[in-house]
């Protein structure tokens, strides 16, 4: 797709204001003035035009772009069949020309990638605290808990991925049992990070939590008694 055809359009939203929006037939005339040789390009803008997707951009303020371009881009591919990168070329198009962009996107393809490598990664990372967090609980259901006795705490784990994907488990303990919960903690007693591959490796027993937290693989941020007290039952 052809960024100049962008520029045009911003340079045509400059000129006649948003009330262009309202004349597509006009709104085509003039483009195939401008940039009549890029006819795809044209004719996309123009579907999103009638697809309201210029509106759409304008008035949705409480929804970020980040999450309202793609939205506006499945649209157009869902209602209009478009391929997906001429979809988003369209969106972000429009989106530069009322300079919610910077710059024109001039490969949608290297966007789409960049979402499909995100999206991966999130999958990744959800696979991964399953696993672990399937691992935790079965770790604290074979071990002694009765080390647990007289403990009320919060202990949260955030592990992080090779891939960049950072999740969070914590275990909160009550009168001395231990429960599990896939999520962050905003006030936990005692935060432990570490390394996915590691934190597994512990609860594998290949790895002792004493030894990776002297080397520095593990941190901990928090009362050490507590820490002493789980390290036992989970290495």
Known sequence: MNSEVANQLKALIKQYGTKILDEPKRYRALMMDLCGDNL???????????????????SSNNIPYEILSPRLAQKLVNEYALAEDAALWSVESWAFAFELQTKPLSDPREKLTKQDDSS????????????????????????????????????LFNI???????????VVVKDGKPSIVESAHHHPDITITMAADEFNDLLKGKLSALSAFTVGKLKVKGSMALFMKLQSLIS
């Open 40 to 58: 795809k390009e044209i004719r996309v803008l123009q579907i999103a035009l009638e697809s309201n997707v210029p509106r759409e951009l304008l």
């Open 120 to 155: 991966r990664r999130e999958k990744q990372t959800v696979s991964t605290a399953k696993e672990i967090s399937d691992h935790l609980n079965k770790r604290l259901e074979e071990a002694d808990i009765s080390k647990l006795k007289g403990v009320n705490a919060v202990y």
């Open 160 to 170: 992080s991925e090779d891939n960049g994907g950072v999740f969070h488990v914590h």
